[in-house]
């Protein structure tokens, strides 16, 4: 079965500070993996996919994350949080390209001012 | 372009009650889904479409009945309603394809008493 593993269930973080929210994978399949942001009582928006092309994937707002097959990984990093990234953040896995997405159970940021 | 559109956004049932939720998308996406969102539980998929006329259970689809008889729209059905279902609903659709992302709506908030 695929799975996403999200390492963390609450990230705190200081304002200008690092973030690095983990994410572990498994898939028998060459995957596709996304992360998807949440911000309080909204919907789901697409911060960033890997499709097998460059590893190193550019987001919106700053995010970026690197694609590691030999760790199962795809962690997100930005180099200075902002009180606006204060958000639930969601890695997720197409296994095969062409079957329903499959969610890990989110990490909560915080930024802290 | 609204993207993809769910109705109600909220919605209280006393419990035995049944009643459908809509989901309109209007990008002529082939793919539609329905996921519960519920805390430190990620999304979870409930049912979801490949195309007009078909259908097929997720995860979680006990409770829960779908039809797609439109491309355009995805129907969720809960017959008798239980406190279980009270949680969150997503709607969401993408094209067929390697690497392509999932668009969401904005959420139904459910709460069955």
């Known amino acids: 079965a695929q799975s996403v593993t999200q390492l963390d269930s609450h990230v705190s973080v200081s304002e200008g500070t690092p973030v690095l929210l983990r994410c572990n994978y498994s898939?028998?399949?060459?995957?596709?993996l996304f992360w998807y942001v949440q911000h309080p009582n909204k919907g789901l928006q697409l911060l960033l996919k890997?499709?097998?092309?460059?590893?190193l994937v550019k987001g919106i707002n700053g995010f970026e994350a690197e694609f590691k097959k030999s760790e199962t990984s795809f962690h997100l990093t930005k180099p200075s949080a902002h009180m606006s990234d204060a958000a639930e953040y969601f890695c997720v896995v197409s296994p095969s390209g062409n079957t329903p997405l499959v969610f890990g159970k989110g990490t909560r940021l915080s930024v802290i001012a | 372009n609204a993207g993809v559109t769910q109705t109600p956004k909220f919605r209280v049932l006393k419990t035995g009650q049944s009643m459908t939720l809509l989901c309109a998308q209007d990008?002529?996406?082939?793919?539609m889904y329905w996921y519960r969102q519920d805390p430190g539980m990620g999304l979870r998929l409930i049912h979801y479409?490949?195309?007009?006329?078909?259908?097929a259970k997720g995860e979680v689809p006990d409770g829960y009945n779908v039809s797609r008889l439109k491309k355009q729209n995805f129907l969720l059905g809960l017959e008798s309603a239980a406190p279980s279902q009270t949680s969150v609903y997503f709607c969401a659709s993408s094209y067929v394809g390697v690497g392509t992302e999932a668009f969401f709506g904005q959420g139904t908030r459910l709460t069955v008493v």
């Open positions: 990008m002529n996406h082939e793919y």
């Open positions: 479409s490949v195309g007009e006329g078909t259908t």
């Open positions: 898939s028998s399949y060459s995957p596709s």
């Open positions: 890997y499709t097998s092309a460059a590893t």
